[in-house]
């Protein structure tokens, strides 16, 4: 099984911001996951170089075109490993081979009688680089570029992409999946279901000379598009090359909306022209918005991805991509969106369940993975839990539905985590009789986290090599880089000693949420209101409505500095919140993530060791062994956090 998988060249009239991410991230993901799944892979990215925006831009910096593309396509380059992103080839427009190949098939159709010579008068739009019907106007504007095209007339050169409109057609009706998701093919259905018109395919010198000669007419360069889509062409090796011959028929595109009808239309008639196959695929994804606004380099309103990488990391940016867009819908972006991810998703999910599972190991078996015992209902259950993961998560990741599939993923790790709740193993490692069980829940806990190393390692690969490394396994150990194989229950060799691990996800602070936070504590000092006086051994109803009490889920627990009975926990409710809590001394941090806990949720906030406390932890004081100690309140079933104690 092979694989073909493309971005879109980007365009070097500006420099990478997060839309441009975004898809070469998915491309990416893609990838890997066909990888995983034992295919091999060819993955293509790229700069578009050519143009009139090419030229402005240019000379708004007083350089010649030729250098500023090779800056800006640079910087293309050099983004990508700031992402983890590994293409398999970096193609540009203005290479020689790229000239040769458009120069060739230029010709090619110019013989066979479907380019020709006319005059055309039109609505041309700078920022498309392309004419424009008046039907796709918004109140006289380009939708895109929010600006009104402006009236050309000239003599160019037209492809008579009109001939295979009927052909196309009946090529998506027969091939349902040729263009996705769904709504992207219906609309490439509406279009053309109206006469399409030749499409313009020059420019004349006297107007542009930054682009590819005609090889018929050297008055003449080739508009930008006849020029670009090629690139899927040329990175292969057409027109007979051994690649070519091994790629082009998996080939699949991968774009936002904004160039559907370019890839859509312009490009599968080309093909036609040239008695090429169409591509296999076409895959389409929304726009990510500020502010309800499409973000786009032609507006400005751009987040570029070395600052978000440096600011969260890049398994971070990596997952909240991916998570945060459904594919083929509008997404919109914020910090605060993203410190919500890293720290409810990555920090508290998963970060929580790598470090307890891990460090429970360590302090109850001296490191070594231990050997399961006979499985009990809990952990079949788990065992099939895992097998529908994987089944799922399979056929989620290759239709392109990878926030279904990382939800299904979490679905894996929320379980993982009541499976260490449940079964409790801090109480039975206080039992000898039940070291056989400890050492299946510890064992079963740690599967677990090699399956999910395997499915997030072509989503967060870093994060993943981390999480392998911490199970005590290798760069390319097929358990963890193969579904195919690593998707066998129980393939940790017991025995084997795991190293010493790092946290993966640190909790962030986003500086907005910061001051909403701080916000509460201005209360502390001031002359609250005071309770009403009470006998205290009898309390009206009225007094007790005054309470909330709620169900919390510790999510994240730390000792606080230069305190040895105070612990800092995170809990949700179902929102986060802090609350300071006096059980150090009866309690480790790390056996407390995933307990379920009452509190008292209306306790006005007070600073305590220099952390601000919101609500209290109830617990109950009793004696055991003759020793006083705290037992912390439960409920005696799980029950989703933030349910109210009636």
């Not at 967060?460 to 880089?481: I, N, S, T, W």
Request: glycine share 6%; charged share 25%.
């Amino acid at each position: 099984m092979t694989t073909y998988i493309t971005t879109p060249i980007y365009y070097v009239n500006a420099q990478p911001h997060l839309g441009h991410a975004y898809t070469t991230i998915v491309a990416d993901t893609y990838s890997r996951f066909k990888r995983l799944c034992g295919e091999k892979v060819r993955f293509q990215t790229g700069t578009d170089e050519h143009g009139d925006k090419i030229v402005k831009a240019a000379e708004e910096q007083h350089v010649q075109p030729k250098e500023y593309v090779d800056r800006i396509s640079a910087m293309f380059r050099e983004t990508w490993p700031l992402l983890q992103i590994e293409p398999d080839h970096f193609i540009r427009t203005t290479d020689a081979a790229h000239v040769a190949v458009v120069q060739k098939i230029l010709q090619k159709v110019y013989d066979s009688g479907d380019i020709y010579f006319d005059e055309y008068t039109g609505l041309y739009c700078q920022g498309c680089e392309r004419y424009l019907t008046e039907k796709e106007l918004v109140d006289g504007n380009c939708p895109d570029h929010q600006k009104p095209p402006e009236e050309i007339a000239e003599q160019n050169y037209f492809f008579r992409m009109s001939r295979y409109q009927q052909q196309l057609i009946d090529h998506i009706h027969n091939n349902p999946e040729f263009i996705s998701p769904e709504r992207y093919r219906n609309e490439v259905l509406s279009f053309l279901s109206e006469p399409l018109e030749d499409l313009c395919i020059s420019r004349p010198k006297s107007r542009l000379t930054w682009g590819i000669e005609l090889p018929f007419d050297d008055a003449f360069v080739t508009y930008v598009w006849f020029d670009a889509l090629i690139n899927y062409l040329t990175g292969i090796g057409f027109p007979d090359g051994a690649s070519f011959n091994e790629y082009w028929s998996v080939a699949e595109h991968l774009i936002a909306k904004d160039i559907l009808k370019p890839h859509a239309i312009y490009w599968p008639t080309m093909l036609l022209a040239m008695g090429v196959p169409l591509y296999k695929k076409l895959h389409v994804h929304g726009y990510w918005n500020i502010d309800d606004t499409k973000m786009s380099k032609s507006i400005g309103n751009v987040v570029r991805p070395k600052e978000l990488v440096d600011n969260y990391g890049v398994d971070t940016i990596r997952y909240f991509t991916l998570r945060e867009m459904s594919f083929g819908l509008d997404s919109s972006f914020s910090s605060e969106a993203i410190v919500a991810r890293q720290n409810a998703d990555l920090a508290n999910d998963l970060g929580n369940l790598f470090s307890r599972a891990t460090a429970m190991v360590h302090k109850y078996r001296q490191g070594k993975v231990p050997e399961p015992a006979e499985d009990n209902a809990a952990d079949k259950e788990l065992e099939e839990a895992a097998q529908t993961m994987l089944r799922d998560y399979r056929q989620l990741m290759a239709d392109f539905l990878f926030h279904r599939a990382l939800q299904t993923v979490w679905d894996f790790v929320g379980m993982a985590n009541r499976y260490i709740v449940t079964n409790a193993p801090w109480t039975l490692a206080k039992d000898p009789a039940q070291s056989a069980r400890l050492d299946t829940v510890l064992y079963n806990t740690l599967e677990c986290l090699r399956l999910l190393t395997l499915v997030l390692q072509p989503v967060m690969p870093g994060a993943a090599m981390k999480m392998a490394k911490g199970l005590g396994l290798a760069a390319g150990d097929e358990r963890v880089c193969s579904l195919d194989h690593g998707g066998t229950w129980k393939l940790l060799a017991p025995g084997c000693l795991l190293p010493a691990t790092e946290t993966l996800f640190p909790r962030l602070e986003d500086d907005k949420s910061a001051v909403k936070k701080s916000a509460p504590e201005k209360t502390e000092g001031a002359k609250n209101e005071p309770l009403p006086e009470i006998d205290r051994d009898l309390v009206d109803f009225a007094y007790f409505q005054k309470l909330d009490l709620r169900v919390a889920e510790i999510v994240a627990a730390e000792p606080i500095k230069k305190s040895k009975k105070l612990l800092k926990l995170t809990v949700r409710v179902p929102a986060e919140r802090t609350i300071v809590a006096g059980i150090a001394e009866y309690y480790n941090a790390e056996d407390l993530i995933g307990r379920q806990v009452l509190i008292v949720a209306n306790l006005k906030p007070v600073k305590i060791m220099g952390v601000s406390s919101h609500g209290m932890v109830l617990a109950a004081r009793t004696e055991i062994d003759g020793k006083e100690r705290l037992v912390l309140s439960a409920v005696s079933d799980m029950v989703v956090p933030g349910s109210k104690v009636a």
